[in-house]
C-alpha cells in the first residue's frame, strides 16, 4: 500500500497550527522535521482543494513550501520512536516518552507522548518554558496553562507543587492528548479543556500564568492574562524570538506587568513577568 507524503516547510512557531490545520484536510501521521513536518494519508484520501486552501492561507503570513510524493507504506510508530528522544532540562528534569527506560537519578521524570501536539521539550521554547518553571515556587499555588498542547508544562507545575492546574487548547486533539499525558503522570489536580482565553470562564485568580505560544496570540490576551493574575503573580511566556522582547514587553507594562527575568537560547526567548499591586 502506497500514502501520500506531504512535506512542509515552515517556521517553528507556525508548524502547530499548520499540523491542526492538515489534519482537518485528511492527513493522520505526522513526524517533527528539523525544518519543519511530514504529514501522511492513504493515497489520494485528503481534500485537495482544503490543503490549496491552507497554504494559500498562511502563504501570506510567512514562507512555507508544501511538497507532495508518494512512498510505501511504513510502521510510524517504528519510525516514530526512531526519532524521538528523551531530553534532560538544566540536569534536573528527564523528559520522556513511555517506551523509554526511566532514570531515577533526576529529581523530576515527565513521561510526554506528543503525538501531534506540540510540546516535547525538545524545542527551545519549551526547554525554556521548563527551566524557568523550576526556578518558580509552585507549592501550594494555583496554575493556568494557556495553549498547553501536550500538557506538559501542566504536568511540571503539577511535580512542583500546585495544588491546582487549569489547563486548555484550541485544538481538540491537543487537549485530549494532553489529558492522556496528565493521566500517564498521575497528575490528579491538572484539568484540561478545549477552548479560548477569551470564551473560557475561570472562578478566581491564577498565582501562576504559563502562556507558550507565538507573539500574535501573547500581544492578544496579554489583558486576559493580567485579569486572572493576582497582585504579585507570575506570568512566564514563551514561544517568540528575542527580538520580540520590546514589543511584549511594552504591551506588559500597559498591563501592569514588569519584567523580572528573560532568558534566551538559540534566538528564542522567554520572559518572566510580575503583576505590580494596584
Known amino acids: 500500500m502506497y500514502h501520500t507524503r506531504l512535506r512542509v516547510t515552515c517556521d ?3 508548524a502547530e497550527i499548520l499540523m491542526a490545520e492538515i489534519a482537518e484536510a485528511g492527513f493522520d501521521t505526522f513526524l517533527e522535521t528539523d525544518n519543519g513536518f511530514e504529514a501522511y494519508v492513504e493515497l489520494e484520501k485528503f481534500d485537495k482543494e482544503q490543503l490549496e486552501f491552507i497554504k494559500e492561507k498562511y502563504d501570506s503570513q510567512t514562507p512555507i513550501i508544501f511538497y507532495q510524493d508518494r512512498i510505501e507504506r511504513r510502521n510510524w ?3 516514530w520512536e526512531k526519532n524521538y528522544k528523551p531530553i534532560v532540562v538544566e540536569g534536573k528534569c528527564l523528559i520522556r516518552a513511555d517506551f523509554h527506560e526511566p532514570e531515577k537519578k533526576y529529581p523530576y521524570e515527565v513521561i510526554i507522548t506528543p503525538k501531534m501536539s506540540f510540546g516535547t521539550g525538545h524545542h527551545q521554547t519549551t526547554y525554556l518554558m521548563i527551566k524557568n518553571q523550576m526556578e518558580i515556587d509552585h507549592r501550594g499555588k494555583r496554575v493556568m496553562d494557556a495553549g498547553c498542547g501536550t500538557a506538559i508544562l501542566s504536568v511540571m507545575a503539577s511535580k512542583l507543587g500546585a495544588t491546582e492546574v487549569q489547563a486548555f487548547d484550541i485544538d481538540e486533539w491537543s487537549v485530549s492528548n494532553g489529558r492522556e499525558n496528565i493521566e500517564v503522570n498521575q497528575c490528579q489536580n491538572a484539568h484540561n479543556q478545549q477552548g479560548k482565553l477569551s470564551e473560557l470562564k475561570f472562578q478566581g485568580l491564577f498565582d ?18 493580567q485579569k486572572y493574575l493576582r497582585p504579585g503573580g507570575i506570568l512566564l511566556l514563551s514561544g517568540f524570538y528575542s527580538d520580540d522582547i520590546p514589543d511584549l514587553l511594552a504591551e506588559g507594562i500597559q498591563c501592569g506587568l514588569v519584567e523580572l527575568k528573560r ?3 538559540e534566538n528564542w526567548a522567554a520572559l518572566v513577568l510580575i503583576r505590580v499591586a494596584t
Open 77 to 79: 510508530n517504528e519510525e
Open 263 to 265: 532568558d534566551e537560547l
Open 12 to 14: 517553528p512557531e507556525y
Open 208 to 225: 501562576i500564568i504559563l502562556a507558550n505560544i507565538n507573539k500574535n496570540v501573547l500581544l492578544e490576551e496579554m489583558r486576559l492574562y
